[in-house]
């Protein structure tokens, strides 16, 4: 039903495919709703979640929408794997498809290595975040809260504030909103927005009042310190000051704009608490669409029929 076989970033995605997602997405939201919170559609499938590194949300996310699928599921960890006693990469990821699954859900923390999988194994790949690269599940997941709350995607106006150099979800994020006609502008100190951003179509402003603004909804993004091989702002401190979401500067605005963040967040650094914690956010609401989008991704790559989903019981 989609264009490509593997879900491995969003640059170059066609508009159709994320609008058919999108769709079915919403549909299996509704079922996240009943009491019965499952579907037989993925029964007979094996997918495994390959995990590198550490993830909370998106982890549980994919296999808890594995679950509501009816798909068997296998949980790897690197860290408990025979990858600590030497064995290669491909040699595991090779292995594991000996044992004849359907999918693999990969995070890894080197660019390109879902790709790089697609070289060893026949089976579907999904890129749950390689590196610095992209997050393309995430950037679905925050399409579909900004449709869910605006109705529209065409033409919003999307901030992304903060550490744009080291981040998958910001990358993931452009590609996907310019592809659906949003516009968007990015914000940041000068050391963490890389050069030549504005080739792929975005704003760039290093003042966080001028973002906040111009945006119907920003994304937040962490600031991500293991990442960060020397220092790109001299304090958390200023670092707040300058392009936190505060209090304060949520009080001076005009409007009430929608705040997202990807998580895991650095509350009182890139965010205050009390605004992450306020009707405006819809932090919570973008994990719960986590759910809703990786249920139709799976279901999607995996051979199923959007026509016949979001009707049974
Ligand atoms: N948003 C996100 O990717 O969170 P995790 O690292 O917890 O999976």
Redesign the pocket.
Known sequence: MLTHKHLLGLEGYPREDLETILTTAFNFREILDRPIKKVPSLQGKTVVNLFF???????I?FELAQKRLSADTVNFSASTSSLKKGESFKDTAQNIEAMKIDAVVM?HPDPGAPLHLTHHIDAVVIN??DGTHE?PT?AILDMMSLKEKFGYLEGLRVGILGDIAHSR?ALSNIFGLKTMGADVMVCGPPTLIPPRLTELGVEVTYAVDELLDWADAVNVLRIQMERMGIGYFPSIREYRARFGITMERMARLKKELVIMH???MNRGTEIDSVIADSDQAIILDQVLN?VASRMAILFLLLGGNPENEGHES
Do not use: W
């Open positions: 590194e550490n993830s909370t949300r998106t982890r996310s995070r749950a975040g997050h995430q979800v990807p998580g895991p986590g």
